[in-house]
């Protein structure tokens, strides 16, 4: 079916408020990532989700980042308290592993600005 | 702490010419090393090198003795102008550290 998604594609809001971020992975995929990538910069990764493992959360940034994912299917990322550095475009991914194929596919991403 | 990086950051090349994109690493588990191509939104991607030596379809190469990797481009056209994302898929997992990147522009 359709490729990984994103939701909203564009963001603005004002510092200080709180912003849900939306990722639906390919289904079937069992792993799920999220990164930012600031203007001009690379990914920074900031957490993944494994199937039903705990996640791996030690990209987060700060206790304002949190994300959940239910079993495998869509997750959201959350930034409270919003600060200006948190501009970025927010790029969610999902993968498989077949015997030894690999795949990652990314989303839109989304671009949140904080004005 | 897993980390990679590429180098250049930036390049500017004219039509016609041949680059060479770095991508060097330190992990702890590595499995396979990833060249993506990301032009105006989300990265695509490119291939996978898993075992040491020269991937003839892209003529990049794996050295994981050395731990790097090198993605050639030849004949270059100015649709290849975007940023180059090298990554390491970490054994496993399904983690991938990405590195920053390289901007390449091809001017005609």
């Known amino acids: 079916g359709a490729g990984v998604s994103q939701s909203p594609s564009n963001k603005v809001t004002e510092k200080g408020k709180d912003v849900e971020l939306r990722c639906d992975p390919i289904s079937g995929h069992t792993a799920l990532y999220w990164y930012r990538q600031r203007l001009g910069q690379g990914l920074e990764f900031l957490i993944y989700?494994?199937?039903?493992?705990?996640?791996?959360k030690s990209g987060l940034p700060s206790d304002r980042f949190s994300a959940e994912r239910t079993g495998e299917s869509v997750s959201t990322l959350t930034i409270q308290r919003t600060q200006q550095e948190d501009s970025a475009v927010y790029l969610c991914a999902s993968s498989f592993f077949r015997g030894a194929r690999y795949e990652q596919y990314f989303g839109p991403g989304t671009r949140l600005t904080v004005t | 702490e897993d980390k990679v990086v590429q180098s250049p950051l930036s390049l500017v090349v004219h039509e016609g010419d041949t680059v060479t994109l770095n991508c060097s690493y330190e992990v702890t588990n590595f499995r396979s090393l990833l060249w993506y191509k990301q032009e105006k939104k989300a990265p695509t991607f490119l291939f996978m090198l898993?075992?040491?030596?020269?991937e003839k379809k892209s003529s990049s190469i794996l050295d994981k003795k050395e731990l790097f990797s090198i993605l050639n481009i030849t004949a270059t056209q100015t649709g290849d102008s975007a940023i180059y994302l090298c990554a390491v898929l970490l054994e496993g997992a399904q983690k991938l550290v990405f590195g920053q990147g390289t901007r390449l522009t091809i001017n005609p």
């Open positions: 989700f494994q199937g039903n493992s705990a996640p791996d």
């Open positions: 898993t075992s040491s030596g020269i």
